[in-house]
């Protein structure tokens, strides 16, 4: 069972030629069997003659031209057209004739230009050589000549519907392909923000508080650890990042734990915020992604803190539940920086996309008494 899943494998990988080519010869091998002689198309109705050395060359001109159907299907039709017409005129009447409708099928499905011209020459060819077999004495007729013409120009319609058919299902699965690199892109930008932007804050701050430190060196070299650490988690975030865009790494997506967030605390009040944490419940079991999008609110939440209200008392407070986590920082706005969660928006606008997906709400506001709160409910 294993070698034959090998060998079609195999042979879907061979080239269309190869692949069209066997049907190609059994087509030319059943047209010249004595047995089947006179059991083809018998277009123009005339009387059938035997096989001889120009039916030979007539057969081969009709079938072996379908084995480049698909790579070249408007040389395919001309010359099985030429081979029918052969066929017909010397009244052959093999089992090759078939080879015409097919390559119709096939140049209406494969071919990518001239298809009008196409039609209007393989149409002005059938009229001739209507015309020829009537003069040599056809009882076919008007009716019988239309209605073949009207069985060739089904198949060649089948073609055309087999070919907007694949031409649709190619765009949807473009668009698929385009929506799912667009959600991917917004997707890394989100992790990039998130890790980039908390670390390079948290070392900005600790880097500008260093500057006032020259005459405490205990202190001094606290802080200056303290940056030292960060930036090693940051390159840490941003390596395991990067290795999930190589295609070729095996790396599996990080994805923070509510659990960490007592080591963000604390790294945030290296970096000179005083932070208050509460932690209630326990994580459920099953929590799953609300427990990553759980611990970027608070993440995104702090790096504001420390962006915009540097030294302002901040409050986290985290409760889970068997059904929902709900998270809420709130920063007072008599730190050095201003009281509103200003910026780019767009860490807060990920957030919103995070928790909205999960079918839970996120708010970011102002408080009336200055400072802003961060307040998010995911469903666990």
């Given amino acids: 069972m294993i070698d034959l899943r090998r060998a079609v494998e195999r042979w879907r990988r061979c080239d269309v030629t190869v692949r069209d080519l066997p049907f190609a010869l059994l ?3 059943a047209s010249l069997v004595l047995v089947l002689h006179g059991q083809g198309t018998q277009l123009g109705d005339l009387p059938g003659r035997p096989l001889d050395a120009l039916a030979i060359a ?5 079938c072996l031209p379908l084995t480049v159907r698909r790579r070249l299907p408007n040389v395919c039709l001309a010359l099985v ?3 029918f017409a052969v066929d017909q005129l010397r009244r052959y009447h093999t089992v090759a004739g078939i080879a015409l409708p097919i390559a119709l099928l ?4 494969h071919s990518a230009h001239h298809r009008r011209t196409t039609v209007v020459l393989a149409s002005a060819a059938y009229v001739a050589l209507s015309v020829a077999l009537d003069r040599y004495g056809s009882t076919e007729g008007v009716a019988g000549f239309a209605t073949f013409y009207l069985v060739l120009a089904i198949a060649w ?4 519907r087999l070919r907007l058919s694949r031409a649709a299902e190619a765009e949807r699965r473009r668009h698929i392909a385009e929506t799912t690199r667009t959600a991917e ?3 890394i930008a989100r992790e990039l923000h998130d890790v980039v932007t908390h670390h390079v804050t948290a070392m900005v701050v600790q880097a500008e508080a260093a500057r006032y430190l020259t005459a405490a060196p205990e202190r001094l070299e606290q802080t200056l650890s303290s940056v030292t650490d960060t930036g090693r988690r940051a390159i840490t975030d941003l390596r395991h990042l990067l290795d999930l865009l190589n295609p070729d790494h095996d790396a599996e997506p990080r994805t923070p734990a509510a659990g960490e967030l007592h080591a963000l605390v604390e790294q945030t009040r290296r970096a000179g915020q005083p932070v208050e944490f509460t932690e209630q419940g326990r994580p459920a079991e099953t929590a799953g992604s609300a427990e990553f999008v759980a611990y970027r609110v608070v993440q995104e939440a702090l790096t504001n803190a420390l962006k915009h209200a540097h030294g302002s008392r901040t409050a986290v407070q985290v409760h889970h539940s068997t059904k929902e ?3 809420e920082v709130s920063t007072d706005g008599s730190g050095s920086g201003t009281g509103s969660p200003g910026g780019s928006g767009r860490g ?3 957030l919103r996309e995070r928790v909205g997906v999960l079918g839970g709400e996120f708010s970011a506001e102002n408080r009336e008494e200055g400072g802003f709160v961060v307040r998010a409910r995911i469903p666990a």
């Avoid at 096939?106 to 499905?109: C, E, Q, V, Y």
């Avoid at 319609?157 to 055309?160: A, D, F």
């Fill in 185 to 187: 892109r917004a997707r």
């Fill in 81 to 83: 057209s030429l081979g």
């Fill in 157 to 160: 319609g089948i073609g055309v």
């Fill in 325 to 327: 986590i709900t998270v």
């Fill in 27 to 29: 087509l030319a091998v």
């Fill in 58 to 62: 007539a057969v081969a001109l009709e």
């Fill in 106 to 109: 096939s140049t209406a499905i």
């Fill in 348 to 350: 807060l606008a990920g």
